[in-house]
T-cell receptor
């Protein structure tokens, strides 16, 4: 597609429920990244996929967080047993993966845990 | 470990005044450095980037930044601020294939 698409744009969930956030990268972009942005904070790196290599999961805050990506297509970020501190905007970005860090960001999913 | 520090959480400048936003990084090798802007309700937009070569880089919207290796800094500047520049600004360093961001500086512009 023309840009990075994220869905849903907004999600309200009850504490303890599981949520899935979706990211559709730009076609042909081999690298895909997930970040979390809490209110008034910077972007916190979560996970990075590059082609068929093992993902860099070094930013995942707990084992409640996981992400999958099939090939160079869609990625899903899953948060299990959501907590109120998980409330944030979750941003996805993709890049051609050629080392130039040519990120294109999506508009994000605003997650609110009540 | 790689990190980025933006010492100023919030800055207010008058329209037409000059602007400098500070950024310090920690990285062992020659860094790839970036500045992004996030306007309210908008996505992140790349302002400029530094990979190598000339240490003064020009970006969009009249912004520039200077890489100073001796100070581990990459400060963002604009000679004359416009009201539309009010936004959140993020500095980032490229490391291990991903970007590490600072906490951001919120810019307010007084009429």
């Amino acid at each position: 597609g023309a840009g990075v698409s994220q869905s849903p744009s907004n999600k309200v969930t009850e504490k303890g429920k599981d949520v899935e956030l979706r990211c559709d990268p730009i076609s042909g972009h081999t690298a895909l990244y997930w970040y979390r942005q809490r209110l008034g904070q910077g972007l916190e790196f979560l996970i990075y996929f590059q082609g068929n290599s093992a993902p860099d999961k070094s930013g995942l805050p707990s084992d409640r967080f996981s992400a999958e990506r099939t090939g160079e297509s869609v990625s899903t970020l899953t948060i299990q047993r959501t907590q109120q501190e998980d409330s944030a905007v979750y941003l996805c970005a993709s890049s051609p993966g050629t080392g130039g860090f040519g990120y294109t960001f999506g508009s994000g999913t605003r997650l609110t845990v009540v | 470990a790689q990190s980025v520090t933006q010492p100023d959480i919030h800055i207010t400048v008058s329209e037409g005044a000059s602007l400098e936003l500070r950024c310090n990084y920690s990285y062992g090798a020659t860094p790839y450095l970036f500045w992004y802007v996030q306007s309210p309700g908008q996505g992140l937009q790349l302002l400029l980037k530094y990979f190598s070569g000339d240490t003064l880089v020009q970006g969009i919207k009249g912004f520039e930044a200077e890489f100073k290796r001796s100070q581990s800094s990459f400060n963002l500047r604009k000679p004359s601020v416009h009201w539309s520049d009010a936004a959140e600004y993020f500095c980032a360093v490229g490391a291990s294939g991903k970007l590490i961001f600072g906490q951001g500086t919120e810019l307010s512009v007084k009429p």
